[in-house]
DNA sequence: TCCTAAGCGAGACGGTACGTCTTGTCTTCCA
DNA sequence: TGGAAGACAAGACGTACCGTCTCGCTTAGGA
């Protein structure tokens, strides 16, 4: 049993938290300084370091939130298997309405700045998912796990890369258009990889693993 | 004419360029303090501020390089017009033989570190010479201008995504196999957006451009 | 009620007090640094700087005790009134015997270097009391002002140069030796001024008071 | 036979002194940086120091002038012995006069600043003249040398100070009445330490000389 | 209900790095 | 080829944060 943690210790997390992510849209995370975070949290220096060591850890702490919100869409895009056979993501959709609601944040934290942290969580999560639905379009040695690899990141990447463009881009589209959009794009990858090397591993791309 | 530059200046300059170079691949570029430099450049602190005001003007400064050498490449590719037809980058066979000759630096630059300047700057450049590729084989309308913004972000975000792995992963592919890899999952984009649209504008992707 | 004071910063400043004066009499005013006094008191050097802003700060600081010392030194000759019939500064006498007693200090301080602030200082006391002593003995009127200014400069130069040859000269005379010689030379000038302006130099001098 | 030197050396080191001079005039010596100096003579750095290796060097070097003017004070002042009869030290008048036409400069190197340095040169200068002038006045052993020390030094404090009160008092008296204030200080501590310790006052004094 | 342990605000402190400034030397370039 | 221009090393300055700490005040939660 977790022994009950006293509330102003929780008041005093909750208050860092927040403040943090305040800053971070308002001023990029990179010039966040500490004192910052504790005038705008309204609290002690030594406060801050009783609870957190670094602005990173604070920042970590914030963002265990979009983890498991993330895992929440893939586990409910895993329930209907069937949708592999589309050749779709189906966690984009929802990602994309999520980012749009959150544009200020998403924007701060990927857009823009964020000072490489958060595109390196954000680019774990999305990559930890991608991997799992990839796994599961793929029979267990074809393709080799280097070209897996490769593709997985090839989607991250281009994934971010037009997230990262879409809230940079004042009324540029609506959710479902970037997700159409990445859908359309990323279809014929998933089907070359997943398909080409399960269905008939012999004709395969050409591409030789080492 | 350039009025010909006192030497010592130049002297000067070079060796805080590659001391910094040096820095990079060693520690990280965030890690890296002026006084570091100075040192390894075997140089006053105040001879650092006279040439340069900051560490990031250090960066951007070697990278004129790297700027110019990629032109190269991509100016050798527009020479053959034909190659459009293809659907290929042909830049990206080049750079990738370029990068693995540099290793050690460009994983310092991308793969792992490099303070998000080095990567915004090869963003950057690779946007604006996927942009001039990508307007080469689109007519002037067609797609319209957010659909081939969308493309480029995808397929610069794709090609970094993929380049970063590629340089965090100890022998894995030969720098051809990572260009056949990339080209093999660019054709298909470049097809679509490119031809798709000027071919049969009609039958389009379905998403509209307000 | 005076708030009480946190006793670190009262420590602190007086080992930074200290500091400067041991070093005034080891190497004189000018040669020091600022980094020299925070060795000398061991403290950080942001933390002289939390507490003055300059080094003449700490001077003005450690000089308000000769101030206040020498303030007790007049006020107990102000008690005597009779003296002023005498034509005498008492306050030269304890002064010459507290100078002789901290002779390495004061040497540092006037007798040789200290930067022409402590000369300015210990002229700026002087003056005051002079002044103060010139006001008891003359009219309101007489002599006028501009002739009483000049005496008090007259005298505090003449003081401050015996003093100063006496503290750079070695086994020369004892306290009540200057004393007495400055009296002695001292004394006609009062009694001319003081007295030759009054209508009646016998009978004015010595009476009327402020 | 010294060679005749380089016209254009003379004429740069007399623009170096001139430019301290005026700047001395300007803001007061500490202030004064080389390069200040450099930029008012019109002249590269390291022209500078190929002619002086210090500011006080060039401070010196303009003081030779006022070093010979009142040499030349004094000397004239010599010529009529029976005026050492009258207690008055000759040189001040023609001092006060001079002074008062340059006034801006000598307010600058006495009345307020002139970073000690100059302060001591006079005071050289004044005790120089002012010890001849004793010693005329003396037997050749009374009083004790001691004496005649402290007498010069009082002198030579109570001068410079009544001289810089008058530098710094706008409009306060003419030349010709600080001369005379002096005077009536001076002759009772002159008149009390030569003759008090001759044998014989009157016959005493003005007999003996060397 | 009180009391005690703790959380907490305030801020002193030692550090580290910064960017600026001035000095005196040394090198380059030009006339 | 000798002197002016100015690049350079050295190092002090004052500032800005950092992370640790000590000090009392306040407050939560158990007795």
Same mark, same amino acid.
């Given at each position: 049993?977790?022994k009950?943690?006293?509330? +102003? =210790? @929780?008041?005093? &997390?909750?208050?860092?938290r927040?403040? #943090?992510?305040?800053? *971070?849209?308002l ?27 670094t ?8 963002f ?7 895992k929440t869409?893939?586990?409910m895009?895993?329930?209907d298997?069937? +949708? =592999? @056979?589309?050749h &779709?993501l189906?966690?984009?959709?929802? #990602?994309c309405?999520h *980012?749009?609601?959150d ?16 595109r390196?969580e ?21 393709p080799?796990?280097?070209m897996?690899d ?7 990447g281009?994934i ?7 809230l ?28 080409d ?6 004709s ?7």
């Amino acid at each position: 049993m977790e022994k009950s943690v006293d509330r +102003r =210790i @929780l008041r005093t &997390r909750k208050a860092i938290r927040e403040a #943090l992510i305040d800053l *971070i849209v308002l001023k990029g995370y990179d010039d966040i300084k500490i004192q910052d975070i504790t005038e705008k949290a309204d609290i002690g220096r030594s406060t801050f370091y009783a609870h957190y060591s670094t602005k990173d850890a604070v920042f970590l702490d914030s963002f265990i939130q979009l983890k498991s919100w993330l895992k929440t869409c893939v586990d409910m895009s895993r329930v209907d298997r069937k +949708r =592999i @056979l589309t050749h &779709r993501l189906e966690f984009i959709a929802p #990602l994309c309405v999520h *980012i749009n609601e959150d544009r200020k944040l998403y924007q701060a934290l990927v857009g823009h700045r964020g000072g490489g942290l958060a595109r390196d969580e954000i680019r774990k999560i999305l990559f930890e998912h991608i991997r799992e639905d990839v796994e599961r379009r793929c029979q267990p040695r074809n393709p080799p796990k280097v070209m897996r690899d490769a593709l997985i990141h090839y989607l991250v990447g281009a994934i971010i890369g037009v997230l990262s463009w879409w809230l940079d881009t004042k009324n540029s589209w609506a959710p479902e258009e970037v997700d159409e959009f990445l859908q359309s794009m990323i279809a014929p990858s998933l089907e070359k990889i997943c398909s080409d090397y399960s269905v008939s591993p012999i004709s395969g791309c050409g591409l030789s693993d080492e």
